[in-house]
């Protein structure tokens, strides 16, 4: 199994380094967003527009708008005051966070669900990233949802290349050997490639060193605590991690007895979705 995954690693790695992998290219409109968020001129209404032409993405950042953790008194029902109400950044990276689910699709059905079942648990983890960032700290809650929603991205390349190599497929204990061991690293070159800012692109690498000790908190701190809340009670490897051992759980402050602020945190794992 260790030889399988290095294997996989060395012709991953290989591939991309000669640039015989296709890496996923960022949906063309979350290119759109991008360069309309970067333009200092851009108005609501003309970011209104360029997000309005994927209905689907639309309706998802209204849905977020009215989630408890956002909530107005009054419901909001279309895309212009959502990007009012979130501001034009915050609504940019969070549009480009949610296209990324445009990605998530394979030929086979085995890796087709494994897509599936990633691209569920960044969406959890995104919303509790995204929470604990408003309650705890003084980062920007937008930035540490497009974290969670990237953190495993490094995993597409890998199932790209488990769908030709059916050896691998066909093991799913060494493709998730696999997994673990190389999509920080693919997923490191993903966000770079897609000219990620640094403080992002750090998380996929990160995340799993549940060791670190940051100098003050960040973003990977955040994905860090929102993998170890959405992993517990689970068979995952992250569930046996004790919290009151990782050091970005320590610093965050979170009271595990405030049973409000468990049910808030809760009730944020499916805000994106």
């Not at 591939?15 to 968020?37: C, F, S």
């Not at 993405?57 to 909530?71: D, E, G, Q, Y």
């Not at 691209?119 to 809650?141: D, N």
């Not at 060193?209 to 960040?218: G, V, Y």
Request: net charge negative.
């Amino acid at each position: 199994m260790i030889e399988l995954a290095e294997k996989v690693q060395q012709d991953l790695v290989e591939a991309i380094d000669n640039d015989d992998l296709v890496l996923p290219t960022l949906p063309e409109v979350a290119l759109q967003i991008r360069k309309a968020a970067e333009d200092p001129e851009i108005s609501i209404s003309s970011l209104s527009k360029v997000i309005g032409r994927d209905a689907a993405l639309s309706a998802r950042l209204i849905k977020v708008v009215n989630s408890p953790l956002l909530r107005a008194t009054q419901e909001v029902t279309d895309l212009h005051t959502a990007i009012t109400r979130l501001g034009i950044n915050y609504s940019s990276n969070l549009a480009i966070g949610l296209v990324m689910e445009q990605i998530f699709h394979a030929r086979s059905e085995v890796v087709e669900q494994k897509m599936r079942d990633v691209w569920r648990k960044s969406l959890e983890i995104a919303g509790v990233s995204y929470a604990l960032c408003r309650t705890y700290t003084q980062l920007k809650p937008d930035q540490a949802a497009l974290g969670g929603l990237v953190h495993q991205i490094g995993v597409l390349p890998i199932l790209t290349y488990a769908e030709d190599h059916y050896e691998l497929l066909a093991d799913p204990v060494s493709l998730n050997h696999v997994i673990e061991r190389i999509h920080p690293l693919l997923g490191d070159k993903l966000l770079r490639a897609w000219e990620f800012p640094e403080l992002l692109v750090q998380v996929p690498l990160l995340y799993q060193n549940f060791k670190r000790q940051s100098a003050r908190i960040d973003y990977v701190d955040l994905v860090q605590v929102a993998s170890l809340y959405c992993h517990k009670d689970t068979d995952h490897p992250i569930s046996r991690i004790d919290p009151l051992s990782v050091p970005a759980f320590v610093k965050l402050g979170i009271d595990l007895d405030n049973q409000a602020r468990c049910a808030e945190l809760e009730e944020t794992r499916s805000m994106f979705y």
